[in-house]
C-alpha cells in the first residue's frame, strides 16, 4: 500500500504560498517552482537504498554510504511538469527524463497518449512521475498506467498542489503508489481548477495566459 505524505516543510509552506500569490510573474513562479521540487524530491527520496564503498580521503582509507540499486528516471507529465525537472536533476544529475503528454478524447473520455518517450530501460527504474497541479486525477492516473504497461514498477508521484479528489482518484486506481504532494488543498470548482490553488499552472509556468 503505497502512502500520501503531505510535506509541510517550513521553507515548503512558504515558498508555495509565495507562488499562490496572483502577482507572482513567470520567472519567480519558474524559479520557486524547480525550488520546491528540489526540496519534495530531498523528502521523496529518502528511503532511496544506500550501499557500503571504500573511499580514501587525503586523511586515510574508510567505509561510507553511497547511493545503490536502482536508478532513478524524472517523468514529467506534459507540459506543467516540465517546470519541475531541472530542480530535481540538480539534486539527482545522472537521472534519465522521460516524457507523457496525454489527453482525453472528449467523446470517449479514453486517454490519448499523444508523446511519450521513456529511458529503454524504464523497466529498471524507479520513477518520479512529476506534474505540478492533481487536480481530478485523470491525467496522474493514466500517465502512471502508461508507466506499468511499459514494466516500470516503483513509482512516486510529486506534486505541488493536490485535491483530496485527485488522491482519492490516483490511489483508487493505483493503490501501491506513494504521492508526496506540498498541500492537500480545499478541493475543486467547477472548471476543474484546485481550490484555492495557485491557478493553471502550465500557462503560469509559460508566460500563457
Ligand atoms: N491544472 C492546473 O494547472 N491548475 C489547477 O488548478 C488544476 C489543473
Sequence with gaps: ???????????????????????????????????????????ASRDLPLEDVQVKT?????????????KLAVVPILRAGLGMVDGI?????????????????EKTLEPVEYFIKLPEDIDQREV????????TGGSAKDAISALKKRGAEQI????????????????????????YTASIDEGLND???????????GDRLFGTH
Excluded: C
Excluded at 587525503?58 to 536502482?70: C, D, V
Excluded at 536533476?89 to 478524447?105: E, F, T
Excluded at 512516486?156 to 504521492?179: E, R, Y
Design 1 to 43: 500500500m503505497g502512502k500520501v505524505v503531505e510535506v509541510n516543510h517550513p521553507l515548503i509552506q512558504h515558498k508555495l504560498t509565495i507562488i499562490r500569490d496572483e502577482k507572482v510573474g513567470t520567472k519567480d513562479f519558474r524559479a520557486l517552482v524547480d525550488e520546491l521540487a528540489m526540496l519534495l524530491t530531498y523528502e
Design 58 to 70: 587525503p586523511i586515510q582509507e574508510t567505509t561510507k554510504k553511497q547511493l545503490a540499486g536502482k
Design 89 to 105: 536533476l540538480q539534486l539527482i544529475p545522472a537521472a534519465k527524463v522521460g516524457h507523457i503528454g496525454m489527453y482525453r478524447d
Design 128 to 135: 518520479l512521475l512529476v506534474d505540478p497541479m492533481l487536480a
Design 156 to 179: 512516486k508521484l510529486i506534486t505541488l498542489v493536490s485535491s483530496p479528489q485527485g488522491i482519492a482518484a490516483v490511489k483508487d486506481a493505483h493503490p501501491d503508489i506513494d504521492i
Design 191 to 201: 472548471d476543474g481548477y484546485i481550490v484555492p490553488g495557485l491557478g493553471d499552472a
